[in-house]
């Protein structure tokens, strides 16, 4: 095999709550991951040495890439001849809390498993993973559905029959992760684990149940104060969202990509319409995505 196409999807945080700031500097979190399908492409091809990124779109860092990051650990861990060209297709949003550098990591890594015939076991590219950031075994795992703890890092899997829609209003301008953490009012944010937990096991119950309004009452995003201290704007396209009715309007990881639950893809149009019309920043974009 000379070339793969890999698929890499973004996520949702449809509750992400801090419980504590640690030694290291890394924030306790209990958080639900949710897989979506809104997606970037890889196509990676083998090259004789190195590593070659191609993206079109202008915000996607060339230094320090994720991408680039996970090809040096490879090879520093796992020796082996060859090098890859990668031709990346973005269509999630840079910086914007859905996970798309985590995603494009993970993926390369699953893809150079693959073309190279690496042998490397999921647990293997959990540890690499976990390397490279937060959010990537999330990536790497086969859950759809998880609650992530630790630092995100360890998942356990949720069973969700049910397929949900959402609604992204998705801004041009990424946040900083580091910023928004690093904004956090902290005296106020000692979560007990005990409540979170029950929170997030009724939040799926309800979902399960296809409860909407019962399940968004216990969703929460422990970032979101501070991406709206770092962003004003923020608050007030929430506050305008929140008004149309439509269901709680939550924001994903640290922002600033905000985001609606439906059951069903009708009602997900409805709602792209009704929000189309009433957009703040014409800047914004909106996307209609499901569970995949
Ligand atoms: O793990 P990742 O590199 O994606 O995290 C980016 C930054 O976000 C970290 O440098 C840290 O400042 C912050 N972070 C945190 N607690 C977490 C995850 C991320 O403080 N659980």
């Not at 999330?138 to 998880?146: C, G, K, M, Q, V």
């Not at 356990?156 to 959402?166: D, H, V, Y």
Request: glycine share 8%.
């Amino acid at each position: 095999m000379r070339s793969l196409s890999v698929e890499s999807p973004a996520k949702l945080n449809l509750s992400l709550r801090v419980l504590r700031k640690r030694k290291d500097g890394y924030h306790e979190l209990y958080t639900l991951f949710h897989r979506i399908s809104l997606r970037d492409t890889l196509q990676l091809s083998k090259r004789k040495e190195g590593i070659r990124l191609y993206c079109s779109h202008p915000k996607v860092p060339k230094r320090g890439n994720l991408i680039v990051e996970a090809f040096r650990l490879l090879k520093r861990q796992f020796p082996f001849q060859g090098g890859v060209t990668v031709r990346l297709t973005k269509r999630i949003p840079v910086g914007g809390g859905l996970g798309g550098g985590s995603s494009n990591a993970a993926h390369f890594l699953l893809g150079m498993n693959r073309l190279y015939r690496l042998g490397l076991s999921q647990k293997k590219l959990l540890t690499l993973g976990a390397k490279l950031g937060s959010d990537v075994p999330f990536f790497l795992s086969d859950h759809r559905y998880a609650v992530g703890t630790g630092r995100g890092e360890k998942l356990q899997g949720l069973s969700l029959r049910r397929k949900l829609w959402f609604l992204l209003i998705c801004s041009p301008k990424g946040l900083s992760t580091r910023k928004v953490y690093q904004g956090l009012r902290l005296e106020r944010r000692w979560t007990s684990l005990t409540r979170v937990r029950h929170d997030v096991k009724i939040t799926s119950a309800f979902l399960q149940r296809g409860k909407f309004r019962q399940a968004t009452q216990f969703l929460k995003n422990d970032l979101q104060a501070s991406a709206e201290r770092i962003r004003p704007s923020l608050m007030k396209a929430r506050e305008s969202l929140s008004a149309l009715q439509l269901g709680r309007c939550q924001m994903s990881g640290s922002g600033p990509t905000l985001f609606f639950i439906f059951l069903s893809k009708r009602k997900t149009q409805q709602a792209l319409s009704k929000v189309r019309n009433h957009l703040l920043s014409k800047s914004s974009s909106l996307a209609l995505c499901h569970s995949f």
